[in-house]
């Protein structure tokens, strides 16, 4: 079992090293994430001018949300896709697929060890600015902060599923950056970021519960408030990991038929 992992964790050590030469940028990224914050911050507090709630939401849950949405954002985000495109485009897919490891799972690994750098360098920092400046609140309980960080944990797992597949696409295509911008648009708002999924039209709530955005944003913010619980909460990280397994299912079946297609442009 050991020399099954061996391999990845030295994939995740590597991206770890590797961005850690690119760390400065890490602080610029701080600043940005601080006016997405603030802008949400004052379009709230403007909805909510009149106090009461909205969706069972108070200002101060409200805050909450936006606040530690753009903050988890900084540990699940990342670039499978665009990484895919680029070996597949330049033609250093070739290398990648003659060493003895899954692709699927060399990406995934990747970009771990790029999450736990911007864990310490970029989420750790961003949130103690945000704490300091805005009204957050802390989680419903030690319990449910952990379930949460299980959550966060299956959200990464999410994210990177769903970008490997996006990633594959460009076997298929010359370029896949319009689609790419198109996923990154309907993740902000399919998952939650934007506004909670609880705010959309009834119609598009039960479309939204048959696909994983929701899981990637929404669902671990209202395990951290306190808003999921017994059963319910429960059932969410079943589902939560179901989506996991199917996405990366998935993402190796999507893979094994692409590599047929890589193999015949090959000769």
């Known amino acids: 079992m050991n020399q099954f992992f061996t391999p990845y964790f030295a994939f995740s050590r590597i991206a770890f090293l590797q961005?850690?030469?690119y760390r400065?940028?890490?602080?610029?990224?701080?600043?940005?994430y601080m006016v997405n914050v603030t802008v949400y911050y004052f379009i709230w507090k403007a909805l909510f001018h009149h106090g009461g709630e909205i969706q069972g939401f108070s200002f101060e849950q409200m805050i909450t949300y936006v606040a530690i949405g753009w903050i988890i954002r900084t540990f699940y985000f990342n670039n499978i896709d665009r990484e895919m495109a680029n070996d597949i485009v330049q033609g250093h897919i070739a290398a990648r697929l003659i060493r003895p490891v899954s692709y699927q799972w060399a990406m995934i690994s990747q970009a771990a060890g790029?999450?736990?750098f911007r864990l310490g360098m970029f989420t750790v920092p961003t949130a103690l600015v945000i704490l300091a400046i805005y009204p957050v609140r802390a989680p419903a309980s030690l319990p449910f902060f952990a379930a949460f960080l299980v959550a966060l944990f299956f959200s990464f797992s999410i994210f990177a599923g769903l970008n490997f597949m996006v990633g594959t696409c460009a076997v298929y295509l010359n370029s896949i950056l319009g689609l790419i911008r198109a996923k990154y648009f309907l993740v902000e708002i399919l998952s939650g970021l934007v506004i909670p999924v609880s705010f959309f039209p009834d119609p598009m709530i039960?479309?939204?519960n048959w696909l994983p955005f929701q899981y990637i944003s929404y669902t671990p913010l209202l395990i951290y408030m306190g808003k999921l619980q017994g059963y319910d909460l429960c059932r969410t990280l079943f589902l939560e990991l179901s989506w996991v397994v199917i996405l990366l299912l998935l993402g190796h079946w999507l893979w094994f038929r692409a590599m047929r297609r890589i193999t015949i442009q090959g000769g």
């Open 19 to 21: 961005i850690l030469a």
């Open 206 to 208: 039960k479309i939204s």
């Open 114 to 116: 790029e999450s736990c």
């Open 24 to 32: 400065l940028r890490y602080f610029t990224g701080i600043a940005t």
